[in-house]
Every structure is written in structure tokens, then in C-alpha cells.
């Protein structure tokens, strides 16, 4: 692929006098944890073989040159280092321009610009961060393009900056983190209010991991998502003023439920609900995994779509007939929702040799439901982002 992308860089950009380098970063899933990152919660994400491959060269002026494969038909969309503010008519390279403006914002600017060729393997609004994974390939390219020696988890937070103030999408840390921290055969389990993490070993035995997309399209940012997160902020405050808190994810479920009645509206009460729960039920599918159990932690995956589907509501009639056909299948340990909902994709843990009827089956099931066909994925957890270093 690296060489066809070269051939298509030089082909959009002609010859130049400077180094051509290349730089990868995953998209990411999340096997358990939903909708708690911004809650100050754990989330349990892991990176996956598939993601954005950025091919880029420096330029000696002050212009940035962007090119997505994926879009091609929007061609070469042209900026100035001296103009870096939020366009429309820029439509997917407002995100790599957003990671620039708040690296600058941080002392960390560009004293040139640079030719850039993005190409995504993941599937655009399917729920596995294709957005984050431009994010953060971009801020990775930056870093090492222009020798600012910047750390990890510092330019992983610069990127959540971008996407929160530059884009206007109130994401939590979660995408960014586990595209830029990921490990090959290892999820991480993140506490998204100290930023702590440690990375669990995902060895499923004789299991896969299978996406599946329902083709439903979701924009985040004009999802309920932010709805969503005003929500349990309102019931966080409902809390604080009985209990010394800063997030919903420092309560037990028990704390919980002894407090619950503080807050005032029904409606925000369940959402916090789905914030404490899921949060415990990450810590215990982690120890499940821990301990090889890995129908345990099936299960609570199960309990954390039923969680999102009817406390959170953010699952929708898509994502619920794919789960629903998903646990009727023989050989699944088990299968959930992932991403922010409202369509996207599901991630089921299936036994080897049921994944071809796993496929078959629940594609067909869907498809009848939906009149949508579904696309499956079986993912292989990969490494986090890096450069590309030619052979």
C-alpha cells in the first residue's frame, strides 16, 4: 500500500527537494466503558491494526497542503500557517488544521508549512475514531517533523483540545488516549480523571474480536452526545451540593444509590445512573479478563448495551438488532454497542469456529430487520502511533 501512496503523493504534489516520511496512527474501540470518559470515569480501549497513514514532505513556505485519499474529490485543500481558523468550506481537514492552531496556542509553531497526503482505512462515522486517528497521526507527524520533542500524553491532550474547542465537540480524553498510548495485544485500562492507566494483556484464547458497522451514519457533533453530557453534568451538581465530589465516576454504585434522590430531575438521574454503573462494571470486566474468565466479562459487556439502551438511550433500533441478533447466536461470549451510539458499531467477542455463521447469520438477521447491510470487521489490536521507518 505505502507504495502506491507514494506514487499518488508525488503524483498530487510533484517532485520535491525535501524527505518524505510517513506516519500511522490506529483507530481505536472500546470494549467496555461507554459514555463514562467524561464522567471521570475507566474506560477499557484498544488500538486497532487499521487506521490513517499520513505521508508528508515540508515545503519551505508558509502553506499547508492537504489531501485525502478518501475524499478525493475535494482535491488539494490549500491554508496558511498565518490563517488558521475553523472553515467550513475546508470540510475533513479542519481537523488536522485544529491540531496545528492548538499546538501553536501551547508556544509550538510552525516556521513552515508542509505537503500532506492522509489515506483512512477506517470506515468514516462507524464509531472507531477516524476522526481522533487524524488527530493524532497529525500531532505524532508534527512532533517529529519539526524536533519538538513534545511528550505522549501531552500531544494526545493537545489533540482533545483541538476537537473540543477547534471542531466544537465536547469528546472526553478517551479517543485520543488510546490511539496515541495503544500496545499490540493489549487494551488499556484508563481512569479518564487522573489520566492513570495500565495496560491489560487481551489474550481472548480461542476468540476474536469482530466489529460490525451498522451503516447507519452519525455525525458527533450534531448527536445527542453533548445532550447527553449536559445531562450528567447537571446531575453532578445536583450531587455536589450534598456530596464532596468533582465526577460521577468517584462513586460506588452503592454511594449511588444512597444519594440518588438528590438529584432533581428523573431523566438526568438515569443517565448519572449509566455513568456510576458502567464505570463499575469496567473495573470488574478488567478483573475478569485478569483472571481468564472471559464469559464473565461477556456478560458485562451485555450488561453495558442493556445499560446504554434503556438508562443512557443512545443505542437506537440499528445498534439493538445487531446486538440482539448478535446474542442469539451460538459461540458469542459476548456483544455491545461502542463509540457514542446513535448508529455506528458494535464489538462482539465470538468463538473461531462460529465466526463464519456469526457473520452470515447475524448480517442476515440485520439486514431483514434494518434493510441495512451490515459490514464485519475481525480487528487485530495493534500498536499505537508511530512513523513508519522504511525497511
Known amino acids: 500500500m505505502a507504495n502506491n501512496l507514494y506514487t499518488t503523493f508525488t503524483d498530487i504534489f510533484n517532485e520535491g527537494e525535501t524527505r518524505i516520511r510517513t506516519f500511522f496512527a490506529p483507530g481505536r474501540v472500546n470494549l467496555i466503558g461507554e459514555h463514562t470518559d467524561y464522567n471521570g470515569g475507566h474506560v477499557f480501549p484498544c488500538a486497532l491494526s487499521i487506521g490513517t497513514t499520513a505521508i508528508v514532505r515540508k515545503r519551505y513556505d508558509r502553506m499547508i497542503h492537504f489531501y485525502s485519499t478518501n475524499f478525493s474529490n475535494l482535491g488539494v485543500i490549500k491554508i ?36 500532506v497526503l492522509y489515506e483512512g482505512a477506517i470506515p468514516n462515522g462507524a464509531g472507531l475514531s477516524s476522526s ?29 483540545q483541538a476537537e473540543n474547542e477547534f471542531i466544537g465537540v465536547s469528546c ?35 476468540a476474536s ?3 460490525a458497522n451498522t451503516n ?17 453534568e447537571r446531575a453532578l451538581k445536583d450531587l455536589q451540593e450534598e456530596l464532596d465530589i ?15 434522590h438528590f438529584i432533581k430531575q428523573d431523566i438526568d438521574r ?61 459461540g458469542v461470549i459476548g456483544s455491545r454497542m461502542t463509540g457514542a451510539g446513535f448508529g455506528g458499531c458494535t464489538i462482539s467477542i465470538v468463538n473461531n469456529k462460529y465466526i463464519d455463521a456469526f457473520i452470515e447469520t447475524v448480517g442476515a438477521k ?10 464485519f470487521y475481525v480487528v487485530q489490536v495493534g500498536d499505537g502511533a508511530k512513523e513508519m521507518v522504511e525497511e
Open 209 to 211: 474480536l469482530i466489529i
Open 270 to 330: 438515569l443517565r448519572a445512573k449509566h455513568a456510576v454503573y458502567e464505570n463499575a462494571r469496567t473495573i470488574m470486566a478488567v478483573k475478569k479478563l485478569q483472571e481468564g474468565d472471559i464469559a464473565g466479562f461477556g456478560q458485562l459487556m451485555n450488561a453495558s448495551h442493556v445499560s446504554l439502551r434503556d438508562d443512557y438511550e443512545v443505542t437506537g433500533k440499528e445498534l439493538d438488532a445487531l446486538v440482539e441478533a448478535a446474542w442469539e447466536q451460538e
Open 366 to 375: 440485520y439486514e431483514e430487520q434494518t434493510g441495512l447491510k451490515a459490514d
Open 132 to 160: 481522533a486517528s487524524i488527530e493524532v497521526v497529525t500531532a505524532i507527524m508534527i512532533n517529529e517533523l519539526y524536533s519538538f520533542a513534545i511528550d505522549r500524553i501531552s500531544l494526545v491532550k493537545m489533540c482533545q
Open 216 to 232: 447507519k451514519r452519525r455525525g458527533l457533533a450534531d448527536s445527542k452526545y453533548n445532550e447527553r453530557r449536559g445531562e450528567c
Open 246 to 260: 468533582r465526577s460521577l465516576g468517584e462513586l460506588t454504585k452503592e454511594e449511588f444509590d444512597a444519594n440518588a
Open 172 to 206: 472526553g480524553i478517551m479517543d485520543q488516549f488510546a490511539i496515541g498510548m495503544g500496545k499490540e495485544k493489549h487494551a488499556i485500562l484508563l481512569d479518564c480523571d487522573t489520566l492513570d492507566y495500565t495496560y491489560s494483556p487481551l489474550d481472548l484464547e480461542d
Open 80 to 115: 496558511s500557517l498565518d490563517n488558521l481558523v475553523y472553515d467550513q468550506g475546508d470540510d475533513w481537514a479542519n481537523y488536522p488544521k485544529g491540531v496545528i492552531a492548538i499546538l501553536a496556542q501551547h508556544g509550538y509553531k510552525l516556521d513552515s508549512g508542509f505537503d
